[in-house]
């Protein structure tokens, strides 16, 4: 497959997988009573090898090539014999790879559909520290021109991945220090530490709480 277009889909998934700081958690049930009959799957080309596919939730990638395809999220199960269908009006052959951003139902909804069909799932989880790393291997490849599918919303560029870089570093080095002090998690919560990004978060004031959780814990093992 064609590194140039495999950057499209690490782009895709590190900044997708930021949607854990900046994206509205919904609950199951919620996802459970959604409509879905009306749901058509919009397909964008990219590049001559690497999609975007919109439904309902989450945007799926697919980089295609001659051993198959790579594919970052799946959305809800419900939508899998649509989104089948959607990949083979742009290219006849199987999903070989499925890669999750993050474990929100519209995006992890259809794997085992996926599953079904050969797809190897390989969810090794990841921490802070690989999420910046990816960021900076994304910067590196992109160009002003790369286009960058995030896990909602338009495509970006890579001035959008770079912002984000730096939130996730300011807020690090925020939590860093405290923990340095002794600080609890409950403590670290309530210091508020990324108040003055939440304006530009959707949903900040669930998320954030659910960022600093994840990070504490991280800093507290050591990883």
Sequence with gaps: MKTKCFAGVVAMAAKATLAVLIELTFAAPAFAQRDFSKVVIKTTQLASDFYALEGDGGTIGILTGPDGIVMVDSQ???L?????????QVFDGRVRFLINTHLHGDHVGGNENMAK???MDRNNGGT????LAGFDAILKLASADTKIVPGHGAVVDKSAV??????MIAVRDRLAALVR?????EEAIAAKL???????VPGAAETSTRFITQMYGEMKAGK
């Excluded at 770079?162 to 939130?167: G, M, T």
């Excluded at 002090?181 to 998690?185: A, F, R, V, W, Y």
């Excluded at 990324?194 to 530009?200: C, G, I, L, S, V």
């Design 128 to 131: 802070i520290a690989g999420m």
């Design 117 to 119: 069909t050969g797809a």
């Design 80 to 88: 899998s014999e649509r989104i089948f269908a959607a990949i083979r």
């Design 181 to 185: 002090d002794g600080k609890t998690l």
């Design 162 to 167: 770079a912002a984000h870089k730096d939130i």
């Design 194 to 200: 990324t108040a003055d990004f939440d304006a530009r």
């Design 76 to 78: 809800f199960a419900a």
